[in-house]
């Protein structure tokens, strides 16, 4: 699928799309990675071990330890061992930068590892990728790296600053059927800070991922979705129809010139939403939203959906407030905002397309996948 982006930019929303575009690029030139020779192959293989090469050093500021830099030199072997072939991968990659992220937030003191060097601390990491111990052969680091693509072979590792990615970035990768993960030694603070270090920030995107396989009918190829949801989770037909009906949507939207910045941007938050941090169905006939936009500040630039647009000046001054200057006091008009905008926004988005979807009914009994 094509790039469509927003009349004006903002990075919460577009943020990084220029790199999406080059991941997708790759997935194409390699026809998903089975070709071995293919358009551009070197400059991925340059760029993304190059990258792995600066995680290394950065950790090498951190810390002095002989151990760590061991099983690192090991893990650059097993991705030169693939490239050498023409094999490496973007999950290959998430598998080895995982690994460096690990002794990066662990000399941060936010991780404590075993004498093995797996993660003491609860992580969703552990249940996504198999540990990589200290006395792991090059070939025992292969065969973790080959099992994590075989598991997961399209998701990839969001090397930008923060690893952070737009909204609706996120929407043309996934709509592509790619799967980011936020990859950065120095993460952003999702969802206000509550994720410390870079791997649980990694480990909050991969803990999306049952949902997303789900709604866009790819579970049946990740094992893993299997193993931890079972076959009654396996609706491929009725989600393979849903994914369809919602690509065309989302371009319909992107497309029809029908609508402001401000009330794309909605609908753009509305998509996001529901499909990234909640994994519920989209069912104007229910009216069924249960997801409130998280990012007040992004609400409150909106020229459509503002706070100026629903509120009295002085109301949409105390929100303004709250926003910028976390006034506490102020928080439950704040949060009152949020809640009705969220809902304004996906009832503006239904009323435009509630006949959009040609097997609703399917969809019905799958309301809320996960919450």
């Given at each position: 699928m094509q790039v469509y982006k927003?009349?004006?930019?903002?990075?919460?929303?577009?943020?990084?799309?220029?790199?999406?575009?080059?991941?997708?690029?790759?997935?194409?030139?390699?026809?998903?990675?089975?070709?071995?020779?293919?358009?551009?192959?070197d400059e991925f293989y340059n760029e993304y071990i190059s990258k792995y090469d600066e995680y290394v050093e950065i950790l090498k500021k951190l810390v002095d330890n002989d151990d760590y830099f061991y099983v690192l030199d090991n893990v650059k072997q097993a991705l030169n061992y693939?490239?050498?072939?023409?094999?490496?991968?973007?999950?290959?990659?998430?598998?080895a930068y995982i690994q460096v992220l690990i002794y990066i937030d662990t000399a941060k003191g936010i991780h404590e590892l075993d004498n093995t060097h797996k993660i003491i601390s609860r992580t969703a990491i552990n249940s996504y990728r198999e540990p990589i111990y200290l006395n792991y052969t090059v070939d025992d680091i292969i065969n973790v790296l080959n099992n994590f693509h075989i598991s997961h072979p399209r998701i990839i590792p969001?090397?930008?600053?923060?690893g952070?990615?737009?909204?609706?970035?996120?929407?043309?990768?996934?709509?592509?059927?790619?799967?980011?993960?936020?990859?950065?030694?120095?993460?952003?603070?999702?969802?206000?800070?509550?994720?410390k270090g870079s791997i649980a920030v990694m480990g909050h995107d991969f803990t999306h991922l049952p949902a997303l396989r789900l709604l866009n009918a790819t579970s049946n190829d990740d094992p893993s979705i299997i193993d931890i949801y079972g076959d009654g989770y396996r609706q491929e037909e009725e989600y393979s129809y849903y994914f369809q009906d919602l690509k065309k949507l989302y371009i319909d939207i992107m497309t029809s010139n029908k609508f402001s910045d401000g009330q794309l941007k909605g609908f753009i938050m509305v998509l996001f939403n529901l499909i990234h941090e909640y994994g519920i169905v989209l069912d104007c006939g229910k009216f069924n939203y249960k997801g409130e936009v998280d990012d007040l500040y992004l609400l409150i630039k909106n020229d459509y959906y503002g706070p100026y647009n629903y509120y009295p000046k002085e109301d949409a001054d105390i929100i303004i407030d709250f926003?910028?200057?976390?006034?506490?006091?102020?928080?439950?008009?704040?949060?009152?905002?949020?809640?009705?905008?969220?809902?304004?926004m996906y009832k503006d988005l239904c009323e435009h397309y509630k006949l959009f979807f040609r097997n609703q009914q399917n969809y019905?009994?799958?309301?809320?996948?996960?919450?």
């Open positions: 927003l009349p004006i930019f903002d990075s919460w929303i577009d943020g990084n799309m220029s790199l999406a575009q080059r991941i997708v690029k790759v997935f194409n030139n390699s026809d998903n990675f089975r070709l071995t020779n293919y358009d551009g192959k693939f490239a050498d072939k023409g094999l490496l991968n973007f999950s290959h990659l998430l598998g969001f090397t930008s600053q923060t952070a990615f737009g909204m609706n970035t996120f929407l043309y990768l996934y709509f592509n059927k790619i799967y980011p993960v936020a990859c950065s030694p120095n993460p952003y603070p999702v969802h206000h800070g509550n994720y926003v910028k200057n976390e006034n506490i006091e102020n928080i439950k008009l704040a949060y009152t905002y949020r809640l009705n905008v969220s809902g304004q019905d009994k799958y309301d809320v996948l996960f919450s």
